[in-house]
C-alpha cells in the first residue's frame, strides 16, 4: 500500500499535460479562422469600393467631355466678335495716328532748324568761353600747384628742423645717460675695490688669530701698506677711466655735430633741389597749358564748322525719314491685317481637331482625386488650355509683326543709303580734316613733352653730381674726424700706460722695502716669539693659561669660587719601602716616566694637574675652566685610564713587579687662587679638598675609591660597587663606593 502513490503520480501529469496541449491548439485554430474571416471581409470591401470608384470616373468623364464641347462653342464665337472689334478699333487709330504724325513732323522740322541755329550759336559762344574758362583754370591751378609746392617745401623745412631738435634733444638725453653710466661705472668700480680691501683685511685678521701682537701689527702695516697701493692704483684707473670716458663724449659729441651739419647740409640741398624741380615743372606746366589751349581753339573751330555741315545733313535726313515714315506705316497696317485674318483661320482649324489625348489626360487626373477636388481639376485644366490658345495666338502675331518690321527696315536702309551716299563723302572730309588737326596737335604735344623730359633729365643729372660731390666731402670729413679721434685715443691709451707702468714700478721699489723690512722684523719676532713659548710653556706647566696671561700683564689675580668640580689624588702603596730598595736614580726615573705618562693621559680629558708632592698627585676637573656638572665623569674616565695604565706599567728596573697605586675623588665646591710671589702657586681650598684626600688614603691598591657625591653623579654611566660605612678623619663614617668601570649598552639594557 506504501507504493501505490507513487505509481499514480506519473499518470496524473501526463493526463494534465495532454489536456492544457489540446486547449492550446484549439485556441490557436478559433484565432486563425478568425483572421481568415477579417481578411475575406477586407477583400470584399476593396473589390466595392474599386467598382465605386470607377463608376464615378465614368460618370465625371462623360460630364468633362460634354463641358469641354460646349466651352470650345463659346470660346469660338467670342474670338470672332474680338477679331472684328479690334479690327475696326485698329482702322480708326491708324487714320488719327497719320493726322497726328503729319503735325509732329511739321513742328519737328521747324523745332530743328530753331535748334540747329541755336546751337551753332551757343557751340561758338562755349567755345569761346571754355577757351576762356581752361586759360584762367589753368592759370588758377599752376597758382594753386605753385602755393602747395612752396607749403610742402615749408612743412618739409618744418618737420627737417623739428627732427633736427628731436635728434639734438635725443643726444643730450643719450649723453646725460652715458655720463651717469660712467659715473656709476667708475662707483661700481670704486665699491669693488675697496670690497676687495675689506674682503683681504678679513682675511688677514682671520689668518693672524694664531700670530702674536706683534707679528699682527707687522702684518697689518704691510697689508695697509699695500692696500694704500692699491687704492692710489685704482683711484690712477678711475681718474684715467674718466679721462677715457670724458674723451669717448667729446668724440661722440663732435661726430653729433659732424652727423648733424651733414644731414642739415643734405637737407638744405634737397630742398634747393627740390624748389629747382617745383620751379621747372611749374614752367613746363605753363608751356604744355599754352600749347593744350591753342590746340583746343583748333580744334573747337573745326568742330564749329563740321557741326554746320552735319546740321544740314541732319535736316535732309529728317525730310527723307518722315516720309519713308508713313509708306511704312501704311504697308505695315495692311500686313498686320492679313496677318490677324490668317491666325483667325489657323485658330479655327486648331480648334475643330479632336482632342483625345487631353481628356484622357484629364480623365486620368481625376481618378486620382475624388469628388470636390475632381471638379476643380477639371476648370483648371480648361483654363490652362484657354491660356495655351492666346499664347500661341500672340506669337503668331508677334512672328508676323518681327517680318513686317524686317521688310520696312531693309526698304527705310535702302533708301536712307540711296539718299546719303553724298552725305557719306562729307562726314569722311569732316573726319580727315579733324584727324590732320589732331595730328598735328598730338605732334607738337609730343615735341614739347620731349623738350620738356630733356630738361628735367639735365636737372637731375646735375642735381645728382652735386649731390655725389657733397657726400664723397662728407665721406673725406668723416674719415678724417675718425682717424683724429683714434689717434686722439691711441696717444691717451699710451700716455696712461706709461703713468700707470711709473706708478707701478714706484709701488714696487716702495713695496720690496716694506717687504724686506718686514722680513728682517720677522725674523726677530720669530725669535722672540721661540723664546716666548719656552717661558710661556714653563709659566703654564706651573699655572693655567688665564692666570699666567694675567701675570704677565701685572694684572690682580682675585680668588675664584667654583661651585662643581671633581678633586681627585693618587698615592703609591709602601713607597717608603720601595725608595729604600732603590737607588735615588732608580726613583727620581721611575716617578719621571710615572707622571710623564700621567700628563700624557690628563691632555686627553677635560681636566687640569694642580700639582704632585712626592709620590701624590693632583687632578681637578670643573677647575679652572667650568663644565658645568660633567667633572665627575671626566675625572672617572681619567681614574679608569689611570688605573690601566699603572697595570700596565714597566716595573723591570724595580724590586717589585707591580705598581700599587691608591686612588679617589670626591665632589664639591672648591676656592682657587695663586699663592707667592717670588714662586706663585695655583693652589685648591676648602673641605672637597680635604675629603679627596681622605678617599685616597682610606681607600685600597689599585682601587679607585669615591665619595656618596661622586657616586650620585656617576651611578647613571659607570658601574660602582658600595664599600659600606668608612671611618674618615674629621668626618666620621662617611658612606663610600668603588667606581669599577663604564656602563655599556648591553649592561644598561641589563640593569
Known sequence: MAGEPRTRAPSTAMKGGNSRLNQMSERQAKEARRVMRQQDRRAEALNVSKSIVQEIDDMYGGLRQKRMGGEEKRREFEVKTHYQAEENYLRVEYQAEIGHLLNIHQKQRVNLLARQTAMEKQSSTESTMALKQNLMRNEV????????????????????????????????????????????????????????????????????????????????????????????????????????????????????????????????????????????????????????????????????????????????????????????????????????????????????????????????????????????????????????????????????????????????????????????????????????????????????????????????????????????????????????????????????????????????????????????????????????????????????????TKLKLNEPIEPEMYDESTVFFSDICGFTSLTSKSTPLQIVNLLNRLYTGFDDIIDLYDAYKVETIGDSYMIVSGVPRRNGSRHAAAMADVALHLLRFVQDFDMSDQNEQVLRLRLGFHSGPVLSGVVGAKMPRYCLFGDTVNTASRMESTGEELKVHVSENSYELLKDDYMLEMRGQTAVKGKGNLTTYWLLCKKEVGDEAGI
Do not use: C, W
Open 141 to 548: 591751378r599752376n597758382k594753386q600747384l605753385r602755393i602747395n609746392e612752396l607749403e610742402e617745401v615749408q612743412e618739409l623745412m618744418l618737420n627737417i628742423n623739428a627732427v633736427s631738435r628731436q635728434k639734438r634733444n635725443v643726444f643730450r638725453q643719450r649723453m646725460l645717460h652715458l655720463e651717469q653710466r660712467h659715473g656709476k661705472e667708475r662707483k661700481e668700480l670704486m665699491a669693488s675695490q675697496e670690497r676687495e680691501i675689506v674682503e683681504s683685511e678679513k682675511i688677514l685678521q682671520i689668518g693672524s688669530i694664531l700670530l702674536s701682537e706683534e707679528e699682527r701689527s707687522l702684518v697689518q702695516k704691510l697689508h695697509q701698506l699695500e692696500a694704500q697701493q692699491e687704492m692710489l692704483e685704482s683711484r690712477k684707473e678711475i681718474e684715467q677711466l674718466h679721462e677715457q670716458q670724458l674723451l669717448s663724449l667729446k668724440h661722440k659729441s663732435e661726430e653729433f655735430e659732424l652727423r648733424f651739419t651733414i644731414s642739415d647740409e643734405m637737407d638744405a640741398m634737397i630742398i634747393a633741389h627740390r624748389m629747382a624741380n617745383t620751379k621747372l615743372l611749374a614752367e613746363h606746366r605753363v608751356e604744355m597749358d599754352d600749347a593744350v589751349a591753342k590746340n583746343d581753339e583748333q580744334l573747337a573751330l573745326t568742330r564749329a564748322n563740321a557741326l554746320v555741315r552735319q546740321h544740314h545733313r541732319e535736316a535732309h535726313e529728317q525730310a527723307s525719314q518722315q516720309a519713308q515714315h508713313l509708306n511704312d506705316l501704311k504697308t505695315a497696317f495692311n500686313r498686320g491685317l492679313e496677318m490677324r485674318r490668317k491666325r483667325e483661320r489657323e485658330a479655327r482649324k486648331t480648334r475643330a481637331e479632336p482632342r483625345n489625348d487631353v481628356s484622357d489626360e484629364l480623365s486620368a487626373g481625376a481618378s486620382e482625386y475624388g469628388g470636390a477636388g475632381q471638379s476643380e481639376f477639371g476648370t483648371n485644366t480648361s483654363n490652362f488650355m484657354d491660356d495655351a490658345v492666346e499664347e500661341e495666338d500672340e506669337d503668331d502675331e508677334s512672328m508676323s509683326s518681327r517680318s513686317a518690321d524686317g521688310a520696312q527696315d531693309t526698304e527705310a536702309g535702302g533708301a536712307v543709303r540711296n539718299n546719303s551716299a553724298g552725305e557719306d563723302r562729307i562726314n569722311e572730309e569732316d573726319e580727315q580734316e579733324m584727324k590732320a588737326t589732331l595730328k598735328d596737335n598730338a605732334a607738337r604735344i609730343r615735341a614739347l613733352r620731349y623738350q620738356h623730359k630733356e630738361e628735367v633729365e639735365a636737372l637731375k643729372s646735375e642735381q645728382k653730381e652735386e649731390m655725389d660731390t657733397l657726400k664723397s666731402d662728407h665721406q673725406r670729413r668723416s674719415s678724417d674726424l675718425l682717424l683724429q679721434h683714434e689717434t686722439d685715443l691711441k696717444n691717451m691709451r699710451a700716455a696712461q700706460a706709461q703713468d700707470r707702468k711709473l706708478q707701478t714700478q714706484a709701488h714696487a721699489r716702495e713695496l720690496a722695502t716694506a717687504r724686506e723690512a718686514f722680513q728682517k722684523e720677522k725674523v726677530l719676532m720669530e725669535r722672540l716669539h721661540k723664546e716666548q713659548a719656552v717661558s710661556n710653556n714653563l709659566l703654564h706647566q706651573m699655572l693655567p693659561p688665564s692666570v699666567a
